[in-house]
T-cell receptor
Framework: AQSVAQPEDQVNVAEGNPLTVKCTYS??????LFWYVQYPNRGLQFLLK??????LVKGSYGFEAEFNKSQTSFHLKKPSALVSDSALYFC????????????FGDGTTLTVKP | KAGVTQTPRYLIKTRGQQVTLSCSPI?????VSWYQQTPGQGLQFLFE???????NKGNFPGRFSGRQFSNSRSEMNVSTLELGDSALYLC????????????FGSGTQLSVL
């Protein structure tokens, strides 16, 4: 069975500071890991994914994420936050054992203050 | 290319009624999945269809059902509505493969009174 945990409901950072949104996962096989962002009254938008290879993945809008197999983590990061990054962020996992299903974390609300 | 289209955008129903939601995927995408989003429960997987076949199903009662047509368009039906069914229902489409990302529609906001 798949599961994803986002331990922080809310993350607050000042504009220009680095940000981290945490995610840990559990799957029975090799994981495919994703980050999505949701703006108010909208569906989710894809940010980045880890499939295999380099543990540091770069995505849209300057975001990156680091895959750590031993810690089963996939934390989202950005070196310098913008006010426009304020949104709801979801981590998700897929694997071959559960075809067609993506399991999402509960989401983390990121607020970037000017 | 047009994105994922969900209709209607908003729905208001009363308890005991039934409702049908529609989703048109991105052209060429044969996988369509449905999610229920509520403030307290986050995003919960309902089911996924691929080439008109349900491949996977979440832990929802039988009142929730779906289908997919030969053109990959999908519908979701909820019968005997309950107050707790009030939620944002999101549809997502993707190419085949577990390493493929999901493309989401804007959702249907269902309110059950």
């Amino acid at each position: 069975a798949q599961s994803v945990a986002q331990p922080e409901d809310q993350v607050n950072v000042a504009e220009g500071n680095p940000l981290t949104v945490k995610c840990t996962y559990s799957v029975s096989g090799n994981p495919y890991l994703f980050w999505y962002v949701q703006y108010p009254n909208r569906g989710l938008q894809f940010l980045l994914k880890y499939i295999t290879g380099d543990n540091l993945v770069k995505g849209s809008y300057g975001f990156e994420a680091e895959f750590n197999k031993s810690q089963t983590s996939f934390h989202l990061k950005k070196p310098s936050a913008l006010v426009s990054d304020s949104a709801l962020y979801f981590c998700a996992v897929r694997d071959h054992a559960d075809a067609g299903k993506s399991t999402f974390g509960d989401g983390t609300t990121l607020t970037v203050k000017p | 290319k047009a994105g994922v289209t969900q209709t209607p955008r908003y729905l208001i129903k009363t308890r005991g009624q039934q409702v049908t939601l529609s989703c048109s995927p991105i052209s060429g995408h044969r996988s369509v999945s449905w999610y229920q989003q509520t403030p307290g429960q986050g995003l919960q997987f309902l089911f996924e269809y691929f080439s008109e076949t349900q491949r996977n199903k979440g832990n929802f009662p039988g009142r929730f059902s779906g289908r997919q047509f030969s053109n990959s368009r999908s519908e979701m039906n909820v019968s005997t509505l309950e107050l707790g069914d009030s939620a944002l229902y999101l549809c997502a489409s993707s190419l085949e493969g577990e390493n493929e990302k999901l493309f989401f529609g804007s959702g249907t906001q269902l309110s059950v009174l």
